[in-house]
């Protein structure tokens, strides 16, 4: 028996191949999209089961199986940190001495994503405790941000008359302590010759603020920390940069601006940080954007970027001086 010949397929009216080529892709576009959905749910349904962390929207985990310490992670930018990289599949030691706040964390990001241990950097021992518990509770430790600081006394007396304690004080958290996270993340890392150093420096640092020399020498000491420690971190695959952020209006830098203004409310301090100290237009610089920059620098997508200093600024270090909006602002 012969076989049905078959008719072309006669397109008429206003239907078109092109039409019918749209309608095709909007489909294929339709199912991907349930797909991917559907991975998603089912992951989400085997972390809830395994009790192994969720991660990011469309299992782009930028930082799958990666450990972090993140001192100073208990608030503001540490905290911010700590969400965005268990976001992306890290594990973290959240390190600090707001014990509350840091549970607080932990708890919010899920015991098998993040845990808290109290560490304050100006003591060696206690850092070296947090980076030994990454070790022992995850096996290794990939990232190191060093976060944590201090702003010394906002209301320092003249030059003539500086209280040099206080001085020391900053110099051991911010620079000492910085210091002491390096070193121990680097007895870890450099054994397995691998691994990333992230520290938390400043704009002040870069081009310095007249309203605190103490906090401005410390965070320009971490910028040279960076680039001695990378140079010699360089042959043993361990990378160490920086991130310089301008002001955040983090609850310690919101306490601070209060002092160096005083009687103006919450939303005006805020202000002064979001418009007056911004030099670019349509946005403001949030704690999640220097959280970002510190994921980009600890993923492997930065595997050759070494002895960096990430500026987070908008362009004011190349604009003006960081301490212009002080004295001016806090006579009005």
């Not at 990939?142 to 944590?148: C, H, L, P, T």
């Not at 910028?223 to 920086?242: D, I």
């Not at 610089?285 to 620098?297: F, G, P, V």
Request: charged content about 20%.
């Amino acid at each position: 028996m012969p076989s049905p010949r078959l008719r072309p397929l006669r397109v008429r009216g206003s239907l078109s191949w092109h039409n019918l080529h749209l309608a095709a892709s909007a489909l294929w576009h339709l199912v991907d999209g349930i797909e991917l959905a559907c991975a998603e749910l089912r992951f989400l349904i085997r972390s809830r089961l395994t009790e192994e962390p969720f991660c990011c929207a469309g299992l782009v985990c930028r930082l799958a199986g990666k450990v972090a310490v993140i001192t100073g992670g208990a608030s503001g930018i540490g905290k911010a940190t700590a969400a965005e990289f268990v976001r992306n599949g890290a594990k973290v030691v959240i390190a600090d001495v707001q014990d509350d706040l840091g549970h607080a964390v932990a708890a919010e990001l899920g015991p098998a994503a993040a845990c808290y241990t109290r560490c304050d950097v100006s003591d060696e021992a206690q850092v070296a405790a947090a980076v030994d518990l990454a070790v022992a509770r995850h096996g290794q430790l990939d990232v190191m941000f060093n976060n944590a600081g201090i702003g010394g006394n906002p209301l320092r007396p003249p030059l003539g008359a500086a209280d040099l304690a206080d001085f020391d004080r900053v110099m051991a958290t911010n620079a000492r302590g910085v210091m002491a996270g390096l070193k121990h993340a680097a007895r870890v890392m450099v054994p397995r010759r691998r691994g990333c150093i992230i520290c938390t420096s400043s704009v002040a640092g870069v081009v310095g603020t007249a309203m605190n020399p103490a906090y401005s020498a410390s965070k320009a000491a971490i910028l040279g920390l960076v680039r001695a420690v990378a140079a010699e971190m360089a042959r043993s695959g361990v990378r160490v940069n920086a991130i310089s952020p301008a002001g955040v209006p983090t609850p310690a830098a919101m306490e601070i601006f209060s002092l160096w203004f005083p009687g103006k409310s919450v939303e005006e301090i805020r202000r002064i940080i979001e418009v007056d100290m911004n030099v670019m237009d349509g946005t403001v610089l949030e704690a999640e954007d220097i959280a970002r920059a510190a994921m980009y620098l600890a993923s492997d997508e930065a595997k050759y970027v070494s002895g960096h200093n990430l500026v987070v600024d908008g362009g004011l270090t190349v604009s003006r001086s960081v301490g212009n909006v002080s004295a001016s602002t806090a006579r009005e």
